[in-house]
C-alpha cells in the first residue's frame, strides 16, 4: 500500500495522506480514548481488525454497514484517511468502497 495525497476537499482530512487499504476484521463498537469517570451505552459502528486496531467507518448512504451484526467478520476496502478522532481510540476513518462478508 502506498500512501496517495489526497486532493478531495470534502474528505474528512485533505491535508493528511490517504491510503487504498482492505483490511480484514470484526463489526465492532469503537472503544473510547478516555475511560475514566463514567461511560455512555453509545455505539459508534467500527471496523476491529485481526491486530487489534480500530477503525472508524463512513459509508454512503446506498451502504448499509449498521444492518451487518456485531462480530460479524468482514472484508472492507476503501480509502483510509488517518484522522485522530477526540472521542474514539482509532488508527482512523475508512471511507467504505466495498464491504464483504466472511473472511
Avoid: F, W
Wanted: glycine share 8%; charged share 20%; net charge neutral.
Amino acid at each position: 500500500m502506498r500512501p496517495q495525497q489526497d486532493t478531495n476537499p470534502s474528505s474528512p482530512s485533505p491535508s493528511k495522506p490517504v491510503e487504498q487499504v482492505t483490511i480484514q476484521g470484526k463489526i465492532t463498537c469503537l472503544p473510547h480514548k478516555d475511560t475514566n469517570g463514567p461511560q455512555t451505552l453509545e455505539c459508534a459502528y467500527g471496523l476491529k481488525d485481526n491486530q487489534g486496531n480500530h477503525y472508524g467507518l463512513q459509508a454512503s448512504k446506498t451502504q448499509s454497514i449498521m444492518s451487518l451484526p456485531m462480530n460479524t467478520d468482514v472484508t472492507i476496502s476503501g480509502r483510509l484517511h488517518h484522522t485522530t478522532d477526540s472521542k474514539y481510540a482509532t488508527k482512523g476513518t475508512i471511507e467504505i468502497q466495498s464491504v464483504k462478508e466472511g473472511n
